[in-house]
């Protein structure tokens, strides 16, 4: 399973534009609200320089990089968590997802309706997360009367999870997203399950079509999403003719950020090179989950290596030895650490699990 990243904002401001730019796939794009009535799921490699030098290295016959999942959601409009528009549905699509990447329109342009009436970034926004914090506030509504109603409210267990609803609601109800507040680590594992769409991690994209927009905000990406869908239809050599490249690989590895994500590699006594995903923080086993989930149970230990020292060990044998060989040449070094159930993966280990 990988992390997904769901396309958020109103209707006609690019989100289709920007899902078909990072897929590469021809979807119904057409210059009228509601273009996508079923989410369009996409699987977007995570560019990855380090994979690529490890390949190098390794020779091996395959190698796959990790991925991510966008989902392209059709446009939100006011009053979508009273079911306006397709309300609802689109917010149960955007519940499913890990992160909410926004798409607000800075792009005039006479021939595609504009159903704000104006170019106002700031007032898109605003729109957006009142919808969300109203579906988040009913959620909690709901919770609060299933649990209160329950014949067991009167339990510890039950008390605790309705104060913690009861301060997080007056919260909400005052306009702060969950991601903002302050929680403790309690409270948030507490809520994680019920998938609150404020508590998302976020990022913002401006689509603009000119070079200064008017913006009064922090923490956004300015990028001119017709032209990155132009871009996406051409190949690396008529890219390198033109002089132009795209910003997308900045935004997937920025949506790989926010996740709070990191990337190992295994290779597979050197058939298969593979880079992988886990959360920050996550342990040997629960990496080893991901490559076989039999491995997660049965983890005994691994042989770990951070990347660029794999590759300083293989440009040692300068072309000799067969695929892999680099490999043996860390052991031999004294380069390979051998950990157990409780080693933190960290961001760039080449894992060899050992079951
Ligand atoms: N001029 C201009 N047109 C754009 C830009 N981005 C998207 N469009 C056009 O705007 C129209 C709507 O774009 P979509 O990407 O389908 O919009 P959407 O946000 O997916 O819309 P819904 O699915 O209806 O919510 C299409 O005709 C696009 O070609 C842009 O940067 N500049
Ligand atoms: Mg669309």
Not at 35 to 60: C, F, M, Q
Request: hydrophobic share 40%; glycine share 8%.
């Amino acid at each position: 399973m990988s992390f997904s990243i769901g396309i958020v904002g109103l209707p006609n401001v690019g989100k289709s534009t920007l899902f078909k730019a990072l897929t590469k796939k021809k979807i119904d794009i057409a210059a009228y609200p509601f273009t996508t009535i079923h989410p369009n799921v996409g699987v977007v490699i995570v560019p990855d320089e380090r994979l690529e030098k490890i390949a190098e290295i390794i020779k091996p016959e395959k190698v796959t990089p990790t991925v991510i999942e966008f989902i392209d959601i059709a446009g939100l409009v006011k009053g979508a968590h009273k079911g306006e528009g397709l309300g609802n549905q689109f917010l149960a699509h955007i519940r499913n997802c890990d992160a909410i990447l926004e798409v607000v329109r800075t792009f005039n342009d006479p021939e595609v309706e504009n159903v704000l009436g104006e170019i106002n970034p700031e007032k898109e926004i605003e729109i957006i997360k009142v919808e969300l914090l109203m579906k988040d506030l009913e959620t909690l509504e709901n919770l609060i009367k299933k649990l209160e109603k329950d014949a067991k409210s009167s339990s510890k267990i039950a008390l605790k999870k309705i104060g913690i609803f009861e301060k997080i609601k007056a919260s909400v109800s005052e306009g702060k997203l969950i991601a903002d507040l302050d929680l403790t680590e309690e409270e948030k594992s507490e809520i994680q399950e019920y998938q609150f769409l404020t508590a998302k991690p976020k990022v913002l994209v401006l689509n603009i079509n000119q070079k200064n927009v008017e913006f009064k905000g922090e923490n956004f990406i300015p990028l001119n999403l017709k032209i990155e869908e132009e871009i996406s239809e051409l190949n690396p050599s008529e890219l390198k003719e033109l002089e132009i490249s795209s910003s997308l690989d900045q935004l997937i590895l920025k949506c790989y950020d926010i996740l709070d994500l990191i990337t190992f590699y295994t290779i597979a006594g050197g058939k298969e090179t593979r880079a992988w995903t886990v959360m920050k923080g996550s342990r040997a086993p629960e990496a080893g989950g991901k490559v076989h989930s039999d491995f997660e149970g049965k983890f005994i230990k691994a042989e770990v290596i951070s990347w660029d020292k794999l590759i300083e060990a293989g440009s040692r044998l300068e072309g000799r030895g067969s695929p892999g060989a680099a490999w043996p040449r860390t052991r031999e070094l004294g380069w390979l650490k051998i950990v157990g159930k409780d080693h933190v993966v960290e961001d760039g280990d080449v894992i060899e699990f050992k079951i």
